[in-house]
């Protein structure tokens, strides 16, 4: 019998367009000949599994949906939503208590990397290395000096518990440190100030199974606007990506090493991806990605090319290291 597999899609953040994106890529990328695939829409309490034009809507007791008379139920869910709740922990909640397994990490670690401050704090206690960054909470009060004299000038400043690119700036001027504040604050309650590393920005995905432990080609990232915004990371023509990157065999191993021991501390599950800023031979976190962008202009599907690997075959060896 094939597995009924849903591919999660939605969610309650402005990422909703690149997660539709990310879960049609997956959806048409599963291997038909093991799965029964399902696309599920999820917006706020409205869960819907779509079937060409019509929509079946989700039972939340039991994850199912009827068509036809015929109730159809999941053995696995293929979350997809970049964003809460998909993201955070919520959704894999939920899928515990059913007992229903799932592609990403468990409750505690989404919850973890996805609060951008507390995930940095804790790997830092560990020993890995981040930039310098200060933590601004809704409606308390901040000192934009204070600020300035801790991070300087250029800084980052960017939603705290968000998974891709909205709400960031990039502040060069203590006098536009408000507006950006405020700009992050649509996004979330809780702000994260970031100093600016003048470096190169790199990336690297993996993923771990019982079977097989693979971690993927460094892809050199180089946006051709001054940051590598929600624009440049899903517009082809707003940067250029480079897999394997144009760096040494021995920085490139580190960067995989780091990646591998991000990965085993926050105890992650399925495919991540760590983005990195390297200034000179100092290599700083970005963040962990726990719900990485799956689209055809993604990340992730070109540095499984470069190895020659089908993405087919990865995304199996997510969804078989579950039973």
């Not at 999660?8 to 599963?30: C, P």
């Not at 609060?115 to 560990?126: D, E, G, M």
Request: with cysteine; glycine share 4%; hydrophobic share 40%.
């Amino acid at each position: 019998m094939k597995r009924n597999i849903a591919v999660v899609a939605g969610g309650d953040s402005a990422e909703i367009v690149i997660s539709l994106q990310t879960a049609d890529h997956i959806f048409n990328t599963l291997d038909r000949e093991l799965y029964n695939p399902y696309l599920l829409e999820l917006k706020e309490l409205d869960w819907n599994v779509k079937i060409d034009d019509q929509s079946y809507p989700i039972d939340k007791n039991d994850f199912s949906f009827t068509k036809e008379g015929e109730k159809i139920k999941f053995d696995f869910a293929y979350i997809a939503i970049h964003g809460t709740p998909g993201e955070n922990g919520i959704l894999q909640g939920y899928l515990n208590l059913l007992r229903i397994p799932y592609s990403t990490c468990d409750v505690l670690s989404s919850a973890l990397s996805f609060n951008k401050h507390a995930c940095n704090s804790y790997l830092k206690s560990l020993g890995f290395n981040f930039a310098k960054s200060v933590l601004l909470k809704k409606d308390e009060a901040y000192s934009v000096e204070d600020i300035n004299a801790k991070l300087g000038m250029p800084c980052f400043v960017k939603p705290n518990a968000d998974g891709s690119s909205f709400g960031i700036s990039k502040v060069k001027q203590v006098e536009d440190l408000n507006d950006a504040i405020e700009k992050a604050f649509k996004e979330g309650k809780e702000v994260i100030i970031e100093e600016f590393i003048d470096g190169l920005e790199f990336t690297c995905g993996l993923v771990k199974t019982e079977a097989e432990s693979l971690v993927f080609p460094v892809t050199e990232v180089l946006p051709k606007k001054e940051f590598f915004d929600f624009e440049a990371k899903y517009d082809p023509d707003m940067a250029e990506e480079i897999t394997p990157a144009r760096i040494s065999d021995e920085l490139t191993r580190k960067i995989q090493d780091i990646s591998s021991k991000v990965y085993d501390a926050l105890k992650c599950k399925g495919i991540v991806r760590v983005d990195y800023m390297i200034r000179k031979d100092e290599i700083f976190i970005l963040e962990a990605n726990t719900v990485p962008g799956m689209t055809a202009n993604s990340f992730i599907p070109k540095q499984v090319a470069a190895m020659n690997r089908e993405l087919k075959d990865i995304l199996n060896m997510v969804i078989e290291n579950e039973f």
